[in-house]
């Protein structure tokens, strides 16, 4: 299957301070990438969708200047929490799609702990 | 939008065993149905997945069962190993929107 690298995995950081998730297409472009936060033992919750060369579409709930994404070229999209708290420690996949099947391919997912 | 349902959220089963987890869609639009399993602190992984043109798909052990007209579709899996365990979602999309993921079934098998 198609490869969605993700980086970093885990990130430990202080409350307060910015953070930066990187998603990257590795064999194939995508238009369009997703975001999750996935908490422990839950479904992955859509957080916005990303989109190349425009701006992202955030899900009802989820604030769009505190969770950045940037959707820069066809192989990467990031995504940053900016004034980061402990309540936003979680566990963050992202996705891409292949364009031909509609395939879905998840990254690693970057674990990410405010303290 | 899309709603998905999932059932049963936990799943044991003795090994050499069969598992069966059901989903429902509420979106008659939606045309690709795919099965994610899930390890602990890992990626969901895509295991198999149906379209809406087809009944029933089947990759060694694991076969999934799509009714359309019921708007539901079932993950089997058969000759359970310990190696299965792990947390399988299933979800629904309109090929090229987003995806609707299920709540998720935390399967264990019992050696």
């Known amino acids: 299957g198609a490869v969605v690298s993700q980086h970093p995995s885990r990130v430990i950081c202080k409350s307060g301070t910015s953070v930066k998730i990187e998603c990257r297409s590795l064999d194939f472009q995508a238009t369009t990438m997703f975001w999750y936060r996935q908490f422990p033992k839950q479904s992955l919750m859509l957080m916005a969708t990303s989109n190349e060369g425009s701006k992202a579409t955030y899900e009802q709930g989820v604030e769009k200047d505190k969770f950045l994404i940037n959707h820069a070229s066809l192989t990467l999209s990031t995504l940053t929490v900016t004034s980061a708290h402990p309540e936003d420690s979680s566990f963050y996949i992202c996705s891409a799609s292949l364009s031909n099947t509609g395939e879905l391919f998840f990254g690693e997912g970057s674990r990410l702990t405010v303290l | 939008g899309e709603n998905v349902e999932q059932h049963p959220s936990t799943l044991s089963v003795q090994e050499g065993d069969s598992a069966v987890i059901k989903c429902t869609y509420s979106?008659?639009?939606?045309?690709?149905f795919p099965w994610y399993k899930q390890e602990l602190g890992k990626r969901p992984q895509l295991i198999i997945d149906?379209?809406?043109?087809?009944g029933e798909k089947k990759d060694q052990r694991i076969a999934v069962t799509l009714n359309k007209t019921a708007k539901h579709f079932s993950l089997h899996i058969t000759e359970t190993q310990p190696e299965d365990s792990a947390v399988y979602f299933c979800?629904?999309?309109?090929?090229?929107?987003?995806?609707?993921f299920g709540t998720g079934t935390s399967l264990t098998v019992i050696p």
């Open positions: 979106d008659s639009a939606s045309n690709y």
């Open positions: 149906i379209r809406s043109n087809v």
């Open positions: 979800a629904a999309t309109n090929t090229g929107n987003q995806f609707y």
